[in-house]
């Protein structure tokens, strides 16, 4: 059944995101049984189980076993601030990741040596199978679990130097530019590409969502005279945080 040209599933996940959104669903209220729905929009069960799929997908409503679906508290999004490259004057590479004044958090990481699969060998100018340091984060905020990067170095650069480890040495837990410097790797330029996708099990799992639900994932790559000397995935819960650029007008 289609209404207007829209099919009849999302027409009625629309009228009850209306109804969420305004607050005559609100949070932690169940949401109308598949027989009302079915009974109250003159649709059939297929219909009334496809929109409830949709607000689950959307992050909206959850199901409780044995008890229905409800929904969802809505939490109000905070920002990750990005703001290309700032002088670290000793704040640690949370500081610029976040790169929000006032914002403290804290990381857990693990690095190890990996060869280089075809993407991020691309992205390095490298050939795949080449030893990399992988570098993998979490990020805590307040001690809520907000953000994971997970970054590559080609050893053929960092390899025997004393920051081949990033978050080791005299100068572990610094940013991407400082360490180069150190030897003598010389950062001009910075791209990040953003974009969304359905989050992974992993991924979900670690920064507390539920299947279906959205990330945001920030592909980093740091230069040294149009050679690419890092690169990184940042990825950042859709439903909880916005990205916002800082950007100089020069």
């Not at 790169?99 to 699969?117: F, I, K, L, N, T």
């Not at 590559?152 to 390899?159: D, I, K, N, V």
Request: aromatic share 6%; charged share 25%.
């Amino acid at each position: 059944m289609v209404f207007g040209g829209q099919p009849a599933y999302l027409r009625v996940a629309g009228d009850l995101r209306k109804k969420i959104v305004d607050g005559s669903l609100p949070p932690h209220t169940r949401l109308p049984s598949q027989a009302r729905i079915r009974e109250e929009y003159g649709v059939s069960d297929t219909v009334a189980l496809e929109a409830r799929k949709v607000l689950m997908a959307e992050g909206l409503v959850e199901g409780r076993s044995g008890s229905g679906t409800y929904v969802r508290e809505r939490p109000v999004p905070r920002r990750v601030a990005r703001s290309g490259y700032r002088p670290a004057g000793g704040a640690t590479s949370f500081r610029q990741e976040q790169a929000e004044d006032g914002a403290y958090g804290s990381w857990e990481s693990r690095s190890e040596q990996v060869p280089a699969g075809a993407a991020v060998a691309q992205r390095l100018g490298i050939e795949a199978g080449e030893r990399v340091m992988c570098t993998s984060y979490l990020y805590r905020d307040a001690g809520e679990a907000m953000m994971l990067s997970t970054s590559w170095e080609p050893l053929a650069l960092t390899g025997r130097t004393p920051v081949m480890l990033p978050e080791e040495g005299p100068l572990g837990g610094m940013g991407v530019v400082e360490r180069m410097a150190a030897i003598d790797v010389i950062v001009d330029n910075v791209t990040e590409e953003v974009g969304a996708r359905p989050g992974l099990a992993e991924e979900l799992l670690a920064l507390g969502g539920v299947p279906g639900h959205v990330v945001l994932v920030i592909q980093r790559t740091y230069y040294a005279s149009g050679r690419p000397v890092e690169t990184a995935d940042v990825v950042v819960p859709a439903d909880r945080y916005q990205i916002a650029y800082h950007l100089p007008v020069r």
